[in-house]
């Protein structure tokens, strides 16, 4: 059977995006490659057009999401960085982003795995991540800020998400708002 010119690229966004959230959701190790065609409403055996593995699917993931994430930093709408801040602390430290991993970012859901993950995989994260460090650096003007504020934001969603009260999960997001808020403030007031 012939597919129109652009299928198989239009067919591996697609896989690409349904994969990231069905493994932001349920991690990479505890889902099968049948779980996720499944999810894609796909054969098991379309899987292999278009990945050599398994591994080989969470190299292309952990390029898309992080390209995602830099896209959504690079596209924030505003230029002073006291506003550029609060949208970001509001866009990422919210309830839903702690209840819903399939619609986040996936640096708290799969770092951890990435983590285990073969050498090709730890350096494509580290190239993509530092992308996104770039972007922080340029609006936050610190390099070790810019490292700070990924960790605490992707910390504070992982940790809240490992608890079961949302009042204790609002706790933690809000109390990584104040916190980033006021650290911020306080380099930039030494700043000037």
């Known amino acids: 059977m012939r597919y129109s010119p652009g299928y198989k690229e239009k067919k591996y966004a697609e896989l690409l995006k349904t994969s990231g959230r069905v493994l932001k959701k349920n991690g990479f190790a505890a889902t099968g490659v049948d779980a996720l065609m499944h999810a894609a409403g796909m054969t098991s055996g379309a899987f292999y057009s278009h990945f050599a593995s398994k591994s ?69 994260y580290e190239q993509e991540l530092s992308k996104g460090h770039s972007i922080l650096t340029q609006r936050l003007g610190d390099e070790h800020l810019a490292w700070v504020f990924i960790c605490q934001l992707a910390g504070s969603i992982l940790i809240a998400r490992a608890l079961h009260d949302e009042n204790l999960q609002r706790s933690v997001i809000n109390a990584s708002k104040f916190f980033l808020k006021n650290a911020l403030a306080s380099k930039r007031g030494m700043a000037s």
């Open 56 to 124: 080989d699917l969470l190299l292309s993931i952990v390029t898309s999401e992080l390209t995602n994430s830099q896209n959504l930093w690079a596209s924030n709408p505003y230029d002073s960085a006291e506003e550029w801040i609060d949208f970001e602390l509001d866009r990422y430290l919210s309830l839903q982003h702690v209840q819903h991993p399939e619609d986040g970012c996936m640096l708290p859901a799969l770092s951890a795995e990435v983590a285990r993950a073969d050498l090709s995989i730890r350096e494509r």
